[in-house]
C-alpha cells in the first residue's frame, strides 16, 4: 500500500504535533511504503509550505492508494486532493483543531474543508464531541489515540543527578510537571491551592516553557514556596527522562479553560510509561490517557482536597507505589506503543484506499 503523509509541523522544530507526526510516519513505514511532504522549519514557513505541499501532493497523487494529514490546518490541502485528485483524505484532528476561536477559521476550515475529509482521526474523545457540536457527523470520526515509545530501561538515574540538574538537594519526595506551560494546565492552581498544603519534605519540579511561565514564577512567589517548588525550564529528552526516572508521582493538575481544551494527555502516558505514578485531572483528554486504576488516578479537577488525599495515599504506600508503576508501564505499553497505533492507522487508510 501506498500512503502519502503531509505534515506541516515537524522536527526538527520541537513539540507535541511535531514529535506525533515523526512517529506515525516512522511507524507506518514498517507496515507500507509511505512518502512524507513536511514542514521542518516551523509556523514562519506555512505561507510557503501550504501551497508547495498542495502543488505536489496534486502532482503526485495518482501513485497513492490514500492520503494522510497531520492535522486540521491541512483542511484546505485536503479538500483540494479529495476533489480534484479524487484520492481518499483522512485527517488527524487534535482539539484545537476544531476550538480555534476564529470566524474566518471556524466557518472555513470546521465547517467546510475539515468536515468533506472522508475520515478524521481524533487523538480523544473530548475531540470528538466538539466536532459534533460544530456540526461534522459523529460517524466521520475515528478514534486513534496518541502512541508512546516506552524508554528504554537500562540508564539509571539518581538523586545526584537530579541534584546536578535543578541545581539544590531534593528534599523527600519528588512530584514533577513537565511540558507545555499553559493556563490549563492548571500548575498555577496546584502551587496556590495544593503544594502548601503538603509535607514540607516534599518537592515540586516544574519543567517546561510556555505563555504561563510568568505566573507560575509569581505563584510560587506569593505562595512563599521558594524553597520547595522549582521552576527549571525546558529540558533535553535526556534530561526529561532523568525527571521522570527519579519523580514519585507525576502530575497533571489540568483546569477547565473556555476554547483550549486538552486533546489528549500525551506527557502522561509518557510519565506511566516511564515507571512514574500519574495523579491527573479527570477532564477532556486526560480520560482518554488515563484509565484510572490500570496506568494512573483521576481525580476532580480543581478539587485540593482529592489531589492531596489521593498524593499522600501513594506516597505512604512505597510497596504498593511500587507495584502500581510497574502495572502502570506494562499497561502503556501493551496498548499505547506506536506498533500498535499504528496498526490502526494502517487498518483505516487500508480500507478506504481498497476503495480507491
Not at 102 to 131: C, H, P, S
Not at 175 to 180: A, I, N, Q, V
Request: glycine share 8%; with cysteine; aromatic share 8%.
Amino acid at each position: 500500500m501506498n500512503i502519502l503523509f503531509i505534515s506541516r509541523a515537524y522536527p526538527p522544530v520541537i513539540g507535541g504535533i511535531e514529535k506525533q507526526n515523526l512517529e506515525i510516519a516512522n511507524s507506518l513505514s514498517e507496515l507500507c511504503n509511505i512518502t512524507v511532504i513536511a514542514n521542518t522549519r516551523g509556523k514562519w514557513f506555512l505561507p510557503i509550505f501550504l501551497p508547495y505541499a498542495t502543488t505536489r501532493a496534486l502532482l503526485a497523487a495518482y501513485r497513492y492508494d490514500a492520503i494522510l494529514l497531520g492535522d486540521g490546518v491541512l483542511g484546505a490541502t485536503g479538500y483540494l486532493l479529495k476533489v480534484l485528485a479524487r484520492k481518499p483524505v483522512v485527517c488527524i484532528v487534535h482539539g484545537l483543531d476544531l476550538t480555534y476561536k476564529n470566524v474566518i477559521y471556524q466557518r472555513l476550515w470546521v465547517k467546510f474543508f475539515i468536515k468533506r475529509m472522508d475520515k478524521l482521526i481524533a487523538v480523544g474523545n473530548e475531540t470528538i464531541k466538539q466536532g459534533t457540536r460544530r456540526g461534522i457527523p459523529e460517524s466521520k470520526f475515528v478514534f486513534i489515540p496518541n502512541g508512546v515509545t516506552p524508554p528504554a530501561r537500562h540508564k539509571k538515574y539518581t538523586l545526584k543527578d537530579l541534584e546536578f540538574l535543578i541545581g539544590k538537594e531534593p528534599r523527600g519526595h519528588i512530584l514533577l510537571t513537565l511540558g507545555r506551560l499553559v493556563r490549563r494546565k492548571g500548575i498555577c492552581w496546584f502551587i496556590s491551592n495544593v503544594v502548601g498544603t503538603l509535607d514540607r519534605e516534599i518537592t515540586y519540579i516544574i519543567a517546561g516553557d510556555g505563555a504561563e511561565k510568568s505566573n507560575i514564577l509569581s505563584a510560587i512567589k506569593h505562595s512563599h514556596l521558594e524553597d520547595r517548588v522549582f521552576y527549571i525550564g525546558q529540558v533535553s529528552d535526556n534530561e526529561k527522562q532523568l525527571l521522570l526516572s527519579t519523580a514519585d508521582i507525576f502530575i497533571q493538575p489540568n483546569i477547565k479553560v473556555a476554547d483550549d481544551m486538552e486533546g489528549f494527555g500525551l506527557v502522561v502516558l509518557e510519565a506511566a510509561a516511564s515507571g512514574c505514578v500519574v495523579i491527573a485531572s479527570r477532564l477532556e483528554g486526560l480520560t482518554d490517557s488515563i484509565t484510572h486504576g490500570k496506568n494512573g488516578f483521576l481525580v476532580r479537577s480543581g478539587c485540593a482536597d482529592e489531589f492531596k488525599l489521593k498524593i499522600e495515599s501513594v506516597l505512604d504506600n512505597p510497596q504498593e507505589r511500587t507495584c502500581i508503576s510497574e502495572q502502570a508501564r506494562k499497561y502503556v505499553v501493551c496498548n499505547y506503543a506506536w506498533p500498535a497505533i499504528a496498526r490502526r492507522y494502517h487498518e483505516l487508510l487500508a480500507d478506504l484506499g481498497s476503495g480507491s
